[in-house]
């Protein structure tokens, strides 16, 4: 099975940045795509960004467009978000997830494979 390892989160000032980064360990197969997700004190978990593994394709939720960024190391089997323009609204605690496909997107969290144990972002005004 798959290990995937948050590291990366902190507290930062509203406006900051942080960059996540999430290691995969132990793959039996290839996955389709990796993403972020988050969940914050009393709400339900949301994606934040997909990266379609072969392709490069990205998809991000509206709230981070253009503020987030997820891009992918595929030697190192690590994909990365850079968060920019940090706002108290981004606290929450990320996670990684995979798949090996269909991709279910940032719609779904049910159906991924494989989950981290996420880090804590903490932005404070």
């Known amino acids: 099975s798959v290990q995937l390892e948050e590291s990366g989160g902190g507290s930062v000032q509203a406006g900051g940045s942080l960059r996540l980064s999430c290691a995969a360990s132990?793959?039996?197969?290839?996955?389709?795509?990796m993403g972020w997700f988050r969940q914050a004190p009393g709400k339900e978990r949301e994606g934040v960004a997909v990266?379609?593994?072969?392709?490069?394709?990205?998809f991000y939720a509206d709230s981070v467009k253009g503020r987030f960024t997820i891009s992918q190391d595929s030697a190192e089997k690590t994909i990365y978000l850079q968060m920019n323009s940090l706002n108290p609204g981004d606290t929450a605690m990320y996670y990684c997830a995979a798949d090996r496909g269909p991709c279910p997107g940032l719609a779904k969290i049910n159906p991924w494979d494989a989950w981290g144990k996420g880090t804590l972002v903490t932005i404070s005004s």
């Open positions: 132990g793959y039996t197969y290839s996955s389709d795509c």
């Open positions: 990266i379609h593994t072969n392709s490069g394709r990205t």
